[in-house]
């Protein structure tokens, strides 16, 4: 039986296979009793069905496709907000807004810098740090 962490709720005990139908991902923590937390990826039999599943290459594809167009968006229309708009941070996007008009287009290069740095990190890196993130306003 195992024991997985999303979104910072604790969920099982369940079956390999019950933890499938979850929107887990091979970095997900996993623990066999609740204790020793480790990423699904240090589990082999777990990493097997994960990736019979098809959610490994449908998550970093739908992953990295997020990333690059939210890197690119923040590089020509960061001012906007428009890439918290497509990660569905609307908060963020107005608040951008905001700032772009009270720095007087300022801010953009604020979103500039950071959409070269959403184009360099890794999705792992972008989802854990954007996607993921409580954060109201996710910068770098």
Same mark, same amino acid.
Do not use: H
């Given at each position: 039986?195992?024991?997985?962490?999303?979104?910072?709720?604790?969920?099982?005990?369940?079956?390999?296979?019950? =933890?499938?139908?979850?929107? #887990?991902?091979?970095?997900? $923590? #996993?623990?066999?009793?609740?204790? !020793?937390?480790? $990423?699904?990826?240090?589990? $082999? !039999?777990?990493? !097997?069905?994960?990736?019979?599943?098809?959610?490994?290459?449908?998550?970093?594809?739908?992953?990295?496709?997020?990333?690059?167009?939210?890197?690119? =968006?923040?590089?020509?229309?960061?001012?906007?907000? #428009?890439?918290? @708009?497509?990660?569905?941070?609307?908060?963020?996007?107005?608040?951008?807004?905001?700032?772009?008009?009270?720095?007087?287009?300022?801010?953009?290069?604020?979103?500039?810098?950071?959409?070269?740095? =959403?184009?360099?990190?890794? !999705?792992?890196?972008?989802?854990?740090?954007?996607?993921?993130?409580?954060?109201?306003? $996710?910068? @770098?």
């Amino acid at each position: 039986m195992y024991y997985i962490t999303l979104n910072n709720q604790t969920i099982g005990p369940m079956s390999a296979e019950q =933890m499938m139908a979850y929107n #887990v991902t091979n970095e997900t $923590p #996993v623990s066999r009793d609740g204790g !020793e937390w480790q $990423p699904l990826y240090t589990y $082999p !039999e777990l990493m !097997e069905r994960y990736q019979k599943s098809g959610k490994s290459y449908a998550a970093n594809a739908e992953v990295s496709s997020k990333k690059t167009l939210c890197g690119i =968006m923040a590089i020509l229309l960061g001012g906007l907000g #428009v890439q918290y @708009f497509v990660m569905g941070k609307t908060a963020a996007g107005l608040i951008t807004i905001l700032l772009a008009i009270v720095t007087c287009g300022l801010w953009q290069i604020v979103t500039l810098i950071q959409g070269i740095m =959403m184009l360099c990190m890794t !999705e792992s890196d972008f989802k854990r740090k954007y996607i993921d993130s409580t954060s109201t306003l $996710p910068l @770098f």
